[in-house]
């Protein structure tokens, strides 16, 4: 009974307004879907079907790597970031403040980069191998044996060590939530470290270790700069053969479809993964977790085993690309980096400020009509995030190119005019596979926004003649500003570092940072491609700096993004 007035007020606010905001929900969800069934729709019923010819020769080899690709990082993530997360929440030593933080670092580096730094450095003409001939007087290659940089290993690595943190947080968040009681009793009954590991921790910390395991191999799934430069024949370069060297598009969805498929099953792991990581405590004020103080050689050893994914993931690819950035200052000065600066700046936050205002729209209006449709919308629009930037690109452009070529039409024959390619022709369609692409991320940061604000403050608005509109702007949007604040810079961040869909989408001779470090990378240019490189590992480190202040306390935006229930929120 008491909750009846509440419920009124409620009803109250709803009224009016339900089929609009039903309708916004249904058309944001049918922009974010558009470009999936797009892809579905051509691999069905492509002009050319190349299916049997992809299924006899390349098909096979591009599944098989990305499986592989994709196992391999999922595995060696969790291994880095699990065993990371257990040092520094279990343990202290000499360090284990500093390396809580920097273990993070590593996401404001796009793998890309990874990939030309780990290259660089260990090539022919790298460091590591001409101080080997130096110091035993090897003349040649033929002198001694070194490991193929540019292979599927080395791929395997460098995509590791940029994905690990997905890992760490979420299993360091698992660990925090622990009461320190289990590890008392362990320890009591004469269990050891490794034996504590095995039998209390790893049990409580398998949920996190699944979910962020599979985020790590869905941006592995992804990923095309990285496996370009290493010649790794993936599901995703074979979208560009098929569809820039073959000109088949209907072949390229296909491909595109088999893609969709694996991401998919790694959702769907995920989920399970965020399902089971339910814990519950034995009572009201549970003790914390109790570090185990370190010394000696074991201080040391946890110290080598935490700072060695910083290493590999942060350290090794920012030196190098800042001796390139150093060594080569006439590469600040180089033709197009400017303008490759300010399409990015321009893309990203015209597609920063589009997506956060539909998710506010959409996730307020779920709220707002109490109607089934929309709410079930709702998860359909975090298929975007899941599907790999190559994918969405396919289904954007035939579609788009379509209508830019009726829109042409129609004007001309209406004015005599040709206006040529107006949507493809631009960065239009790059912006809205960025919104498509990274809708989840601001859908995430809204509904947590919402949540946090009291029911009672947009029942006074509406008490004093607010509407839902009014309430939003004048209750929510106030309250919420740093929440909003966080997506657009998560947003804006995700959308610099993109290069798939960039690279398929943009216009003829436009860049931005990310591309003209792909190609310059590509033609083993590193000094003219370590400004622009610098200035997109730039922009990650806001982001990661404003994870930081969130979460460790932090909350870890792609984490959260992929569905609200993460282990990484209580982080």
């Given at each position: 009974?008491?909750?009846?007035?509440?419920?009124?007020?409620?009803?109250?606010?709803?009224?009016?307004?339900?089929a609009v905001w039903t309708l916004g929900a249904a058309l944001i969800a049918l922009l974010v879907m558009a470009p999936v069934l797009s892809v579905a729709w051509m691999a069905l019923f492509p002009t050319e079907n190349i299916w049997p010819h992809l299924m006899a020769t390349t098909l096979p080899r591009y599944f098989g790597n990305t499986v592989l690709l994709a196992v391999g990082t999922g595995l060696l993530a969790a291994a880095m970031g699990t065993g990371a997360a257990w040092l520094v929440s279990m343990y202290d030593f000499a360090g284990r403040r500093w390396l809580e933080w920097l273990l993070l670092l590593p996401m404001a580096v796009p793998a890309y980069v990874g990939a030309y730094a780990l290259a660089d450095f260990l090539d022919y003409s790298g460091v590591v191998q001409t101080a080997l001939r130096g110091v035993f007087g090897w003349e040649t290659a033929r002198d001694y044996w070194f490991p193929p940089i540019r292979s599927?290993?080395?791929?395997?690595?460098?995509?590791?060590?940029?994905?690990?943190?997905?890992?760490?947080?979420?299993?360091?968040?698992?660990?925090?939530e622990q009461s320190g009681s289990a590890y008392e009793v362990a320890r009591a009954l004469g269990a050891g470290p490794w034996a504590m590991f095995r039998r209390v921790g790893l049990p409580l910390a398998r949920p996190a270790i699944v979910a962020g395991s599979a985020i790590a191999m869905m941006e592995t799934v992804a990923d095309y700069g990285v496996v370009a430069y290493f010649n790794v024949q993936t599901l995703n370069?074979?979208?560009?053969?098929?569809?820039?060297?073959?000109?088949?598009?209907?072949?390229?969805?296909?491909?595109?479809?088999?893609?969709?498929?694996l991401v998919v099953i790694l959702s769907m792991l995920e989920r399970f993964g965020r399902r089971r990581a339910r814990y519950h405590q034995s009572a009201r004020h549970s003790r914390p977790v109790m570090?185990?103080?370190?010394?000696?050689?074991?201080?040391?050893?946890?110290?080598?085993?935490?700072?060695?994914?910083?290493?590999?993931?942060?350290?090794?690819?920012?030196?190098?690309?800042?001796?390139?950035?150093?060594?080569?200052?006439?590469?600040?000065?180089?033709?197009?980096?400017?303008?490759?600066?300010?399409?990015?700046?321009?893309?990203?936050?015209?597609?920063?400020?589009?997506?956060?205002?539909?998710?506010?729209?959409?996730?307020y209006g779920v709220r707002m009509s109490g109607r089934r449709l929309p709410r079930l919308l709702l998860p359909?629009?975090?298929?975007?995030?899941?599907?790999?930037?190559?994918?969405?690109?396919?289904?954007?452009?035939?579609?788009?190119?379509?209508?830019d070529h009726r829109i042409a039409d129609a004007v001309l024959a209406v004015t005599g005019t040709d206006p040529?390619?107006?949507l493809t022709g631009s960065a239009f369609a790059i912006v809205l596979a960025y919104v498509v692409r990274f809708f989840a991320i601001a859908q995430g940061g809204a509904d947590a926004g919402f949540q946090r604000v009291s029911p009672s403050l947009p029942m006074a608005a509406r008490s004093l003649g607010r509407n839902a509109g009014g309430t939003l702007r004048a209750v929510y949007l106030p309250l919420m500003s740093s929440t909003v604040g966080s997506a657009l810079l998560l947003v804006f961040v995700d959308a610099s570092k993109e290069l798939p869909a960039t690279m398929l989408l943009r216009p003829f001779n436009y860049e931005t940072l990310a591309t003209r470090v792909h190609e310059r990378a590509s033609l083993e240019d590193l000094g003219n491609a370590a400004p622009a490189a610098l200035l997109v590992v730039a922009v990650g480190l806001i982001a990661v700096a404003l994870l930081a202040r969130?979460?460790?306390?932090?909350?870890?935006?792609?984490?959260?993004?992929?569905?609200?229930?993460?282990?990484?929120r209580a982080a």
């Open positions: 009974m008491k909750d009846r007035p509440h419920m009124r007020n409620v009803q109250e606010l709803r009224q009016g307004g339900g599927r290993g080395a791929a395997i690595i460098v995509l590791a060590a940029a994905y690990y943190p997905y890992v760490y947080l979420l299993v360091r968040a698992a660990l925090h370069t074979g979208i560009f053969t098929t569809w820039l060297e073959r000109r088949n598009a209907g072949g390229a969805a296909q491909i595109a479809c088999v893609i969709l498929s570090r185990q103080r370190l010394s000696g050689a074991p201080a040391a050893m946890a110290a080598a085993f935490c700072t060695f994914p910083f290493l590999l993931g942060f350290v090794l690819p920012v030196g190098v690309i800042l001796h390139y950035a150093l060594s080569y200052p006439q590469g600040w000065l180089g033709p197009g980096l400017m303008r490759a600066a300010i399409n990015t700046v321009t893309t990203g936050s015209a597609a920063a400020v589009i997506t956060v205002a539909l998710a506010l729209f959409m996730v359909v629009t975090m298929i975007g995030y899941a599907a790999p930037g190559a994918v969405l690109a396919v289904g954007i452009l035939f579609p788009l190119a379509a209508l040529g390619l107006i969130a979460n460790l306390g932090l909350r870890s935006g792609r984490a959260e993004a992929i569905g609200q229930d993460n282990p990484a």
